[in-house]
């Protein structure tokens, strides 16, 4: 019997040695991997004509002079889910060879009109809206507005300054400040 126990015992612990028993771990059939990518904003940013813009020439007694002040462009690179923005438009008072002087001698806040006019390029989606004329710059007024959908935009505009005049303005150069903002 001792010896049957014994043969028993070795062909048990063999066949665990050839079946039974774990040997080296297998490599999966099937493994994940997680990636990312990252998108980065850039800003919105306004570029303005950067030169004197002369607005016109009239004679004295003239009611009024205009003139284009040149392409205003706003470009939309935030890349958000919806791009909206408002165009703020704000002046100086134009005053007699850049001094301030008597009242025939400036132009007004009161008497300062701005008109954006439609866009005269634009790229990506959503559209500029002007706001119309707008005067009395005793305050910063908006001059525009555009929303979008998702992407970036860039929109131009060429938008006309008038200034009515006082039928005894003095004669000379007149100088003032326009200043575009955008948020």
């Not at 980065?40 to 020439?57: E, K, N, R």
């Amino acid at each position: 019997m001792r010896i049957r126990s014994k043969l028993t015992t070795i062909a048990l612990a063999a066949g665990l040695v050839v079946g039974g028993v774990a040997g080296p771990a297998r490599a999966a059939t099937t493994g994940n991997t997680t990636a990312t990518f990252t998108i980065t904003a850039g800003g919105l940013a306004i570029t303005v004509p950067s030169s004197t813009v002369a607005l016109g020439t009239v004679n004295t007694g003239a009611g009024s002079v205009s003139g284009q002040l040149g392409a205003v462009t706003v470009d939309d690179t935030r890349g958000a889910l919806v791009n909206s923005w408002t165009n703020t438009v704000s002046s100086t008072t134009f005053a007699l060879n850049g001094g301030t002087a008597t009242t025939n001698e400036t132009v007004a806040l009161t008497n300062i009109a701005y008109s954006s006019g439609l866009s005269t390029a634009h790229t990506g989606l959503g559209a500029f809206v002007p706001s119309g004329t707008v005067s009395d710059f005793t305050t910063a007024k908006a001059a525009g507005t555009h929303t979008g959908f998702a992407g970036n935009s860039s929109t131009t505009w060429n938008p006309t300054l008038t200034l009515t005049l006082l039928s005894s303005q003095v004669a000379g150069t007149y100088t003032g400040t326009i200043t575009h903002s955008v948020a």
